[in-house]
Every structure is written in structure tokens, then in C-alpha cells.
């Protein structure tokens, strides 16, 4: 009975992407390179090591690195990377696992690496009232979106003609995700969209009489999902202020104003600093773990410091069976009560089940951390450098946390 509750549960989790997974277990080929570099913004040098089926490695490599190259490469399969991992891996500050669904689980089952889904939605549930959908947004939204979207002039209106819809995919859609995602552009087919935007709606948005952006929202049940978004070529390299921000709120509304009961933003990557994630959350929405079963396994090694900074500079959320988990590291300065506030600021988002900082100390305990509220729980583990990366990967079931509730010590 558990093993079919277990299937019906993947199933309706997960259903939309069966084919494309299915497709996925016979696609054996994998990587196992060594990539050396210096770190976005620092200057300090790191090696990663990174083995998989290359879905994330360009977007990893932009996230990571200032300059980069490949010291060592191998092409293998999913049956054979072990030993070429394996002799790389005393080389690298960080190993990277990019396996892909069930592949990643097979390995992650056996323990030793955190799981970073791949791929999570980001819904918004619908109040009543529109005044209180808005009151949702977080701040940066209501103070500073929404009062250039009114400065700029920006309204949106809907094209549903194949001539539109075919403009769009041409002209916006594709030319933007290839400009965004250079090196692995995910580019769905025309026919895909085609139909999509032709049972749902093409929303322009407009300054003026002129389109700045444009997007395609679908509805499914009491859903609307945000799919597509695209530019003119020419604010490529220079979108038009708010533009996006416009395109993101009119879609919200038109959700609204038909009566829908959800409004997902589909997929986002599970990094905390990525700009489409800090970009969503702007707009009220629950974290879900719910659209792809695949994770992104990571290591960082023991006593190395630019495995610290790796995990510093790349905060993740973490699958811990149970919820979601914002897993930040301090390796530069000290973690105090202040320090979740801002943090709260910077990367909370409603779903978060816990919030945890590890701190590289000169000793070894942890700490329930008091700020005010329960919107998760929150926790600070100080660790030494040479246990860093035992403490990253395990820290969660070697130490204690409970949920902060009402406090009477502010």
C-alpha cells in the first residue's frame, strides 16, 4: 500500500514532466570535469568539481566563477563516472552531483551530500480582496515596482491572434532566452507555445503604443500558470525600466480578475541569490517542492576555506524531507541575532521551514536564535573549518532546533 500511495503521490506531483523523464532514464552520457576559477566578485581561486549530465553546468559555471578552465575532463556514462570522480576529487574545493532524475536519488540515498532541487514552484494563493493580494507583496514590490510601473505609464493589454503569438515566439521569446541563458538555452518548441498561448492568453505590455514585453499565462483548473516571457531585441541589452516587473503584475491581476484561486510563477532554481528567485519572491508567493523530483547534490570538502566561500557566496535551499531548508554559511564574520532579520529581509519567502547559519568558528555548537516571529524556525551552528563540510551535509540531524514562537525577551 505505501509503495502505491508512493506512486500516486509522484504521479500527480510530478505528472507533467513524465515524458520528458521518461526520455531521461535512457540518457546515459555524463561528465566528470574539473573546473578551476576564481570567484564571482573576490578574486579568491576554488575548484569544483562537477559530474553530470550538463543541465546545470553553465548556469553553475556563471553563478560561480569570474574566469574559469577545465584542468581535467572526462566524458563517461551514469554506470562509470565513479572512479573518474573519484580520482578528481581530492583535487576540488566543492564536488557538484548534476545527475538528474532518478539517477540523483539513487546516489543521494546513500547519504553524504545536500539535495538542492533542481527546479521549484513559486505560487501566490489568492485572498478575497485584491487590496490584500497586494499587501502580500513584500516591500520592495508595493514601494518600488508598483510605483515605477505607475511612473513609466505601463498597461497591458491581450493578443490572441496566431500573427501575435507567432511574433512573440520569434521575436521575443526566443532571442531573450538565448541572451539570458548563453550556453544552455531551454527553448520550448514553437508548436508548444503555440498552443498554450492559443488556449490561454498573450499579454502585451505596452508604454505608450509601444510593446516592451510580452508573456503567455495559461489556465488549468482554478490555476493560472505563467509559462513564456519575452523582449524586443532591441531592450535586450537594456530592458525598459520595470518592464518585467509590469508583466509579472498584469499577469497577477488577470489571474485575479478571472476568478482564479493560484497564480504559479512554474519553475525556479533553488539558489537563493538567483535573480529570477529573488525576482518572484517580490510578489508574495509560498515555495513548493513540487515540480521536479531531480536535485543537485553538493559536497564541499573538510578544512578547506574556499569550500566555505563556495557555500558562502552560493546560499541554497535545501530538501530535507520534511520541507525546505535556507542554508546560508558565515565563513568572512560572526552570525548573531541580527543577522536573521536580515536575512529574513534578503532571502525569506513563505514555505521556508527553516532558516539555518553555519558559522566557521573555532568551536563546535548550536543555537536557537530568537527573532520575533514564526514564519520558520531558525538556528545557528558554529563549526570548525576542518568538520565545515561534515557539519553542511549533516548538520541537520546532529543538532536541535525549534520553531521561534512568540518571544518576550525584545
Not at 508512493?6 to 513524465?18: E, I, P
Not at 500558470?225 to 520595470?242: I, N, T, V
Not at 510563477?265 to 531531480?294: M, N
Amino acid at each position: 500500500m505505501a509503495a502505491v500511495l508512493g506512486g500516486y503521490r509522484f504521479v500527480r506531483m510530478y505528472s507533467q514532466h513524465l515524458p520528458q523523464a521518461a526520455s531521461a532514464l535512457f540518457s546515459m552520457p555524463c561528465a566528470v570535469t574539473l573546473v578551476h576559477g576564481t570567484f564571482r566578485g573576490r578574486g579568491e581561486r576554488i575548484a569544483m568539481l562537477y559530474v553530470g549530465r550538463r543541465m546545470n553546468y553553465h548556469y553553475l559555471l556563471r553563478t560561480i566563477f569570474d574566469e574559469y578552465q577545465e584542468t581535467a575532463h572526462e566524458v563517461t556514462n551514469l554506470l562509470a563516472f565513479r572512479k573518474h570522480m573519484v580520482r578528481m576529487s581530492g583535487s576540488s574545493d566543492v564536488v557538484v552531483l548534476d545527475l538528474g532524475w532518478p539517477y540523483n536519488g539513487l546516489v543521494a540515498r546513500k547519504g553524504g551530500y545536500v539535495q538542492v532541487p533542481d527546479w521549484l514552484n513559486m505560487v501566490i494563493e489568492f485572498p478575497d480582496r485584491w487590496e490584500d493580494v497586494v499587501g502580500n507583496f513584500r516591500r520592495t514590490a508595493r514601494k518600488h515596482d508598483l510605483r515605477l510601473i505607475r511612473r513609466n505609464g505601463y498597461r497591458c493589454e491581450v493578443a490572441g491572434s496566431r500573427a501575435a503569438i507567432d511574433t512573440f515566439y520569434d521575436e521575443m521569446y526566443v532571442p531573450f532566452v538565448s541572451r539570458r541563458h548563453p550556453g544552455d538555452p531551454v527553448i520550448a518548441p514553437r508548436k508548444h507555445v503555440v498552443k498554450r498561448a492559443l488556449q490561454g492568453t498573450l499579454l502585451h505590455i505596452l508604454r505608450d503604443d509601444e510593446i516592451v514585453a510580452a508573456g503567455v499565462i495559461y489556465p488549468e483548473d482554478d490555476v493560472m500558470f505563467s509559462l513564456w516571457m519575452g523582449l524586443p531585441e532591441k531592450y535586450l541589452d537594456r530592458q525598459p525600466e520595470a518592464a518585467i516587473s509590469a508583466l509579472y503584475f498584469f499577469g497577477i491581476r488577470h489571474a485575479f480578475d478571472g476568478g482564479y484561486r493560484f497564480f504559479d510563477f512554474t519553475g525556479t532554481r533553488a539558489f537563493l541569490k538567483d535573480g529570477p528567485f529573488q525576482f518572484k519572491r517580490r510578489w508574495g508567493p509560498v515555495l513548493e517542492d513540487a515540480f521536479s523530483p531531480g536535485s543537485i547534490l553538493l559536497r564541499p570538502r573538510n578544512g578547506s576555506r574556499n569550500a566555505a566561500l563556495f557555500c558562502q557566496e552560493v546560499p541554497v535551499l535545501r530538501r530535507t524531507g520534511d520541507g525546505l531548508e535556507a542554508l546560508i554559511v558565515r565563513a568572512d564574520g560572526a552570525a548573531d541575532e541580527g543577522s536573521f532579520a536580515r536575512l529574513e529581509k534578503e532571502f525569506g519567502c513563505a514555505g521556508l521551514e527553516r532558516m539555518t547559519v553555519i558559522e566557521i568558528s573555532d568551536r563546535n555548537e548550536t543555537e536557537t536564535i530568537s527573532c520575533g516571529d514564526d514564519k520558520c524556525d531558525y538556528r545557528l551552528i558554529r563549526t570548525r573549518l576542518d568538520s565545515f563540510g561534515d557539519c553542511y551535509v549533516d548538520g541537520r540531524t546532529n543538532v536541535w532546533s525549534s520553531r521561534i514562537a512568540d518571544t518576550e525577551t525584545h
